[in-house]
């Protein structure tokens, strides 16, 4: 099993980060398979309903710091450019040409506009953001692909090894999909090796030959191949992210080099963006519970009003003191992006969608019938999700130190955009600090502190 080996509902919805695949195998369970023909009974259905259609009405009003704005009928392709290229967010060339992505999000979108795109929303999901699209020209043209409706799929498999053709890098997406692995984890890998080649680090000798050439998508596609058979250098790409920045870097005495340059959270691959730009966002993939995944940005990105934040803050700080402040935001909306986890919901009908906190808790109330949920219960809900999370870090053998296990790349000033010459990696342990007191958590050991738990009604979860 790969690192990032996901598991698919249909050819345009899976789910990758934290390799659900590999847990899925190592059980030997290939499929689960559902079928049913009941209704979920609802305590008061009208009620229900009305508190639907009140919230797909927000939805629908596009509101400005929402998903919607970004993703509504496949916008992806429309808005690639604006929402990621124009803000330097592109992860290409892992991480070191910011403004080359800039380019490149300006392109997808001109091929894009060309092509024959269909959404393929999940069931009643009025966004639509996945999408099937036909090339009409070009090399490939009548070829289909079938993607989910973000970007990051696109970073991961395409832009971040310097693919700068749109066709090629939409065919490196789907190519991903159709051997189940999650684009930002085993991108990762691509993209340390791909640099370490450019940089003289590798030769063909240690490619099986293979010329790995920035944007070289079909040596990317080999290598790939050939880690799914553990053969040759594909046996070292295999064992992860950090793994095998160190055999490919120990022979010629440069693992501390190749460590430096894998972008990695934890050994784990981040949601494949160029975080820099939102340094608050940037510093909650490293504390996030479960993995470096979208466990709530704090007040840099998709802003929750309830929380305190109607607007986003500047995502680049200039001082201690900006960036000490994004810390303050992010337990909150960390609690927010855990109860709507726990509904199952997609983030992007919640975040930066006004009144969202009370819709979902009103939500639940008419489907259960618990006519006094409220959204203070619902903040509740996501506070013990957090801190339980924490709970199953101390009994696998977290430390404090764990908290900052990440590739140097990942933080170093960026070399275009808002973030030139900028970065928090200095900040980071006092970051670490306050976000543990946020937390209310011990700030040597990252632990919850037993006290904590009573109120958290965790109690059973104590030593």
Not at 43 to 58: G, H, Q, R
Not at 132 to 137: G, P, V
Request: net charge negative; proline share 6%.
């Amino acid at each position: 099993m790969l690192p990032g080996a996901m598991v698919k509902a249909d050819r345009n919805h899976g789910a990758g980060m934290g390799s659900p695949g590999t847990v899925m195998g190592s059980k030997k369970l290939k499929a689960i398979a559902v079928r049913g023909t009941g209704r979920v009974p609802l305590a008061t259905p009208t009620a229900f309903m009305d508190t639907v259609a009140a919230w797909e009405k927000v939805i629908l009003a596009s509101p400005q710091y929402s998903q919607y704005n970004l993703l509504h009928d496949a916008g992806i392709i429309r808005n690639y450019g604006t929402g990621l290229g124009d803000t330097y967010w592109v992860a290409f060339k892992n991480l070191t040409d910011p403004e080359a992505g800039r380019k490149f999000g300006q392109h997808l979108v001109e091929a894009c506009a060309r092509w024959r795109v269909t959404p393929q929303p999940s069931y009643n999901c009025q966004i639509r953001c996945a999408y099937d699209l036909e090339m009409t020209s070009g090399p490939f043209a009548g070829y289909r692909v079938s993607l989910c409706g973000g970007a990051a799929n696109i970073d991961g498999a395409a832009t971040v090894i310097g693919v700068d053709d749109p066709a090629a890098a939409l065919v490196m997406a789907e190519y991903y999909d159709d051997m189940g692995l999650e684009a930002s984890v085993f991108g990762g890998i691509l993209g340390m090796v791909f640099e370490a080649y450019n940089r003289g680090w590798l030769t063909t000798a240690d490619t099986d030959g293979l010329d790995l050439t920035w944007g070289n998508w079909q040596a990317a596609m080999a290598l790939i191949e050939k880690a799914i058979r553990r053969e040759g250098v594909g046996a070292k790409l295999a064992t992860g992210l950090k793994e095998a920045a160190a055999l490919l870097g120990e022979p010629s005495g440069l693992a501390a080099d190749f460590r430096d340059i894998t972008v990695h959270i934890k050994g784990d691959g981040i949601v494949m963006h160029d975080w820099r730009p939102f340094q608050g966002a940037l510093f909650s993939l490293l504390v996030a519970g479960c993995g470096p995944a979208h466990f709530g940005h704090g007040s840099d990105h998709r802003p929750i009003a309830e929380a305190g934040y109607p607007v986003p803050t500047p995502g680049v700080a200039d001082t201690f003191e900006e960036t000490f402040a994004k810390v303050k935001t992010l337990p909150s909306s960390q609690f927010y992006k855990m109860w709507w986890d726990n509904l199952g919901i997609c983030w992007f009908t919640c975040g930066g969608i006004p009144g969202t906190p009370a819709l979902t808790a009103e939500a639940l109330g008419h489907a259960v019938g618990w006519n006094d949920f409220s959204v203070a219960d619902a903040v509740a809900v996501g506070e013990r999700t957090v801190n339980a999370l924490r709970l199953i870090y101390q009994k696998r053998g977290f430390t404090k130190r764990d908290e900052c296990d990440y590739g140097q790349r990942y933080l170093e000033p960026a070399p275009a955009g808002p973030a030139q010459g900028k970065t928090i990696a200095s900040w980071v342990p006092a970051m670490v600090d306050e976000y543990y007191r946020q937390m209310g958590w011990d700030v040597a050991t990252g632990y919850v502190r037993p006290e904590r738990l009573p109120h958290l009604k965790l109690e059973e979860f104590a030593a």
